[in-house]
């Protein structure tokens, strides 16, 4: 279905040039003289690569109705990792390429937000905040404040992250996923 630019808004998934965008940010803009424009801050579905686009008046845009599905992180297998679809218990398979650094933060039963376009799978949003075990780390040494509080630690996915002095191996910590940054202990 075609869309006029007044219609474009922000959480809105388009089409341009055969990728299918979502609308970050809009600005409609009706210059005095001219006729008016919008500008459109998209992020791509495919690999989260961000871009300014200007639309004009005239212009015809395709809406692309993309698919949100429910699935449950199970295993990976070689570089591939199985997923299975909450609604109707399908196992769908992810490459490495396409999982990119989420891999970092899946444990087992996770369960994530997948976006399809006419069954294509296009990208994974892992939740904002997951619960993970401290499975290595040196010990903290009181009053050593010279590296400002932190120490590298790793998690039970295998990922390395910071955390602070205090935290020992066997502790459980909340981690946000999107800047992989320690959040608190649990």
């Not at 087992?108 to 499975?135: C, G, H, Q």
Request: aromatic share 10%.
């Amino acid at each position: 279905m075609a869309l006029s630019i007044n219609e474009i808004k922000s959480g809105l998934t388009i089409l341009v040039d055969a990728q299918v965008w979502m609308a970050v940010e809009c600005q409609h803009v009706k210059p005095g003289k001219g006729a008016a424009f919008v500008r459109v801050k998209m992020r791509r579905l495919k690999d989260n690569s961000m871009q300014e686009k200007t639309f004009r008046g005239d212009e015809k845009i395709e809406e692309a109705f993309v698919e949100e599905r429910k699935l449950q992180y199970q295993y990976s297998s070689g570089d591939t990792y199985h997923f299975m679809d909450q609604d109707n218990f399908e196992e769908i398979v992810i490459s490495d390429e396409q999982i990119g650094d989420k891999k970092k933060f899946l444990k087992d039963n996770l369960e994530v937000s997948a976006y399809f376009y006419k069954d294509d799978f296009l990208n994974v949003v892992l939740p904002n905040f997951i619960e993970v075990r401290i499975t290595r780390t040196e010990p903290g040494i009181r009053g050593d404040t010279a590296k400002s509080g932190t120490k590298p630690a790793q998690i039970e996915t295998g990922a390395s992250i910071q955390v602070p002095l205090f935290i020992n191996e066997g502790d459980s910590v909340k981690v946000d996923t999107r800047t992989g940054a320690y959040v608190e202990r649990v």
